[in-house]
């Protein structure tokens, strides 16, 4: 899985907790993302990062916010969950942005929220 | 409308058979074009990745780019029981976004 963790990889919560899901990789990889998968939508960008402290939004960000405190670590917060944030999340990483270097995928963290 | 549209199957072909998947996409800006395979609870992993229009093989695997179509297929040839899965189209849009944007993946059980 090109070294790359994710935790939880399951999680059951209520409605309006706070959720952090944490995105470890060994690659030293610059650029990280965090995406949802979804029954019909494929795999939509909730929020990506090009370096430490560098983030930018994704289609869906509504509702999310990520924190890159290091090279390694790229965690995705849902401040207040709604039922709606129930998916399967996967963090994804790449040696560059754009066209030369494809994503590779971590095994996801699927979230329901009740 | 989306921009990359993908049929969700499922499609049930018997072991050793050639399989099609494709998608369609709708803008031209898409340059970058990639195939991926997913598991049941797995995340997605890449089998082609290929650039200019026409064919790419890599073993069983041959991936087909027509540009000015806007269509991309990947072919299985000798299906066996190990490729059932999801596969997923992805590409690039070569614009200020270079977005990865993906089709919403086809079910493939190949049958022993």
């Known amino acids: 899985d090109a070294g790359i963790t994710q935790s939880p990889r399951h999680k059951v919560t209520e409605t309006g907790t706070p959720v952090t899901l944490r995105c470890h990789q060994t690659?030293?990889?610059?650029?990280m993302y965090w995406y949802r998968q979804d029954p019909g939508h494929g795999l939509r960008l909730i929020h990506y990062s090009y370096g430490v402290k560098d983030t930018d939004k994704g289609e869906v960000s509504d509702g999310y916010s990520v924190s890159r405190s290091k090279t390694e670590d790229f965690l995705l917060t849902l401040e207040s969950a709604t039922s709606s944030q129930t998916s399967v999340y996967f963090c994804?990483?790449?040696?560059?942005?754009?066209?030369?270097?494809?994503?590779?995928f971590g095994d996801g963290t699927r979230l329901s929220i009740l | 409308q989306k921009e990359v549209e993908q049929d969700p199957g499922p499609l049930s072909v018997p072991e050793g058979a050639i399989v099609s998947l494709n998608c369609t996409y709708s803008?031209?800006?898409?340059?970058?074009f990639m195939w991926y395979r997913q598991y049941s609870r797995k995340g997605p992993e890449l089998l082609m990745y290929?650039?200019?229009?026409g064919n790419k093989e890599d073993g069983r695997f041959t991936a087909q780019v027509d540009k000015s179509s806007k269509y991309i297929s990947l072919f299985i040839r000798d299906s066996q029981p190990s490729d059932s899965a999801t596969y997923l189209c992805a590409m690039i849009r070569m614009d200020s976004s270079y977005k990865l944007i993906f089709g919403s993946g086809t079910r493939l059980l190949v049958r022993p």
């Open positions: 290929t650039y200019s229009s």
């Open positions: 803008n031209s800006a898409f340059q970058y």
């Open positions: 690659e030293n990889h610059r650029y």
């Open positions: 994804a990483i790449s040696s560059s942005f754009g066209s030369n270097q494809p994503q590779h």
